[in-house]
């Protein structure tokens, strides 16, 4: 049996809906301009939430996935956070997703240096720098939800000044790579937790001086 009613939700998105395009996949598929519907949060004693985090409708057989990076034509860009069915009858009318907005774009580079000589012979520790994924979106931000300091976690110990960074698993970040966004900082990843989401890592990050 043909999926009308998905069919005709569809066709209602593609003629009034927000266009976009991927940045990132994590197949590296190249699928053209997609199209969405999307809600604002209206949390507006919360205007992080309001700014940050949108709920999105897709088409019932859209590509999209857990960890996209997708473009707005307004030039926005937000991460897939996650993308669930919504069914009726065993149809699929849709799939239902959370978006966050990503604020940050740069470099996440893995350390492989070796101890080396400087030019005047004296023995010089240098850090070579492997660049791992680049362009790298994210959002990096503070402490989102819940207390200050998880402490059943074993990330429980991580300090009090640790930032978050959402990155899509895809990028194969690890404990100890550094991420530079385009704005000149460095940040250490201290801790990953990637259970929290199916295809994001959620990366606890300090300013990394090494």
């Given at each position: 049996m043909n999926?009308?009613?998905?069919?005709?939700?569809k066709d209602v998105l593609e003629?009034?809906?927000?266009?976009?395009?991927?940045?990132v996949r994590p197949d590296s598929g190249e699928l053209g301009t997609q199209?969405?519907?999307y809600e604002m949060n209206r949390q507006v004693t919360k205007p992080f939430i309001r700014e940050?985090?949108?709920e999105a409708m897709?088409?019932?057989?859209?590509?999209?996935?857990?960890g996209d990076v997708i473009k707005f034509l307004d030039g926005r860009?937000?991460?897939?956070?996650n993308i669930t069915d919504e069914n009726l009858?065993?149809?699929?009318?849709?799939?239902?997703?959370?978006l966050y907005k990503c604020n940050v774009s740069g470099e996440l580079r893995r350390a492989s240096g070796e101890a080396s000589w400087d030019t005047t012979y004296s023995y010089q520790r240098s850090t070579v720098w492997e660049s791992i994924a680049i362009p790298a979106y994210g959002l990096l931000s503070e402490k989102l939800f819940g207390t200050d300091l998880e402490q059943d976690a074993?990330?429980?110990q991580i300090s009090l000044e640790a930032q978050i960074l959402y990155l899509p698993n895809s990028y194969g970040a690890k404990v100890l790579d550094r991420y530079s966004p385009k704005s000149g900082e460095y940040y250490k990843i201290q801790a990953i937790r990637t259970r929290e989401f199916d295809s994001v890592d959620v990366c606890h990050v300090v300013e990394d001086t090494r």
């Amino acid at each position: 049996m043909n999926n009308e009613v998905g069919l005709d939700i569809k066709d209602v998105l593609e003629e009034i809906g927000t266009s976009f395009t991927y940045l990132v996949r994590p197949d590296s598929g190249e699928l053209g301009t997609q199209y969405l519907d999307y809600e604002m949060n209206r949390q507006v004693t919360k205007p992080f939430i309001r700014e940050y985090f949108l709920e999105a409708m897709f088409p019932y057989d859209t590509d999209a996935v857990g960890g996209d990076v997708i473009k707005f034509l307004d030039g926005r860009i937000f991460m897939i956070m996650n993308i669930t069915d919504e069914n009726l009858f065993n149809e699929s009318l849709g799939k239902e997703a959370v978006l966050y907005k990503c604020n940050v774009s740069g470099e996440l580079r893995r350390a492989s240096g070796e101890a080396s000589w400087d030019t005047t012979y004296s023995y010089q520790r240098s850090t070579v720098w492997e660049s791992i994924a680049i362009p790298a979106y994210g959002l990096l931000s503070e402490k989102l939800f819940g207390t200050d300091l998880e402490q059943d976690a074993d990330y429980g110990q991580i300090s009090l000044e640790a930032q978050i960074l959402y990155l899509p698993n895809s990028y194969g970040a690890k404990v100890l790579d550094r991420y530079s966004p385009k704005s000149g900082e460095y940040y250490k990843i201290q801790a990953i937790r990637t259970r929290e989401f199916d295809s994001v890592d959620v990366c606890h990050v300090v300013e990394d001086t090494r």
